[in-house]
């Protein structure tokens, strides 16, 4: 975490333990941004009792927002428990408009801000066994285009990033050696993006250097969604 000074933009990241949060994180602090990024004690993004206490007592105030941290349960549909829609709703949807809500406060009465939600390529397809990950980046996508009309006289810019197959721990565990060569096959640059290659993207939409870019949901998928 880099110290505080008058001119130093602080971030906060949701999810920065690794993949690519931990990019994002790591992109921003080599920026000589402070860098806040909350472990799950902290901030357990699936407790909205835990967010509404973060944001109550817990929460500095920021410049930029990450809403990185997300969660997924992979089954069919008709043997989806509410218990889990309702926890990955939490996790990816939920939770990040409450710091939404709470970061965009003081970054409207500064008349600066940057907020980047971290979505996903299924927010625009998806596949069987999807349901509430695809249906909770959906949501984060409208979120991020109704806020960016909300916030814009403010100059509180709002984007989504649309990552498709990235080399992270999520990516490894919700599918075999074999499907992630089958992933690769599906991608016309024929690889996995890397952590880093997307946290380029998240830094420029939430940097000084992104002036007019908001309401977007930039796909990064080495032209996934091209075929």
Request: with cysteine; aromatic share 6%; net charge neutral.
């Amino acid at each position: 975490m880099m110290t505080s000074g008058p001119n130093v933009r602080r971030v906060l990241i949701t999810g920065a333990a690794r993949g690519i949060g931990k990019a994002i994180a790591d992109c921003y602090a080599a920026h000589r941004y402070d860098v806040i990024a909350p472990t799950r004690r902290e901030l357990d993004l699936s407790s909205l009792d835990a967010v509404r206490a973060f944001v109550d007592s817990g929460m500095p105030e920021i410049d930029v927002l990450i809403n990185n941290a997300a969660d997924s349960k992979i089954g069919p549909i008709e043997r989806l428990g509410l218990a889990d829609w309702q926890q990955v709703l939490t996790v990816n949807l939920t939770a990040p408009l409450l710091l939404l809500q709470a970061a965009a406060r003081g970054m409207c009465a500064r008349e600066w801000g940057r907020i980047v939600n971290v979505s996903s390529c299924y927010s625009i397809v998806s596949r069987a066994g999807r349901a509430p990950y695809s249906s909770s980046k959906a949501g984060v996508n409208a979120l991020t285009r109704t806020a960016a009309i909300e916030y814009a006289p403010q100059n509180v810019l709002v984007n989504a990033v649309c990552p498709g197959f990235v080399e992270t721990d999520l990516t490894r565990r919700n599918n075999s050696p074999e499907q992630i060569a089958g992933l690769c096959s599906q991608v016309p640059l024929g690889r996995l993006a890397t952590p880093e290659e997307i946290a380029r993207y998240v830094y420029f939409l939430g940097s000084d250097e992104n002036t007019y870019i908001t309401g977007q949901a930039v796909i990064i998928d080495g032209g996934f969604l091209c075929q």
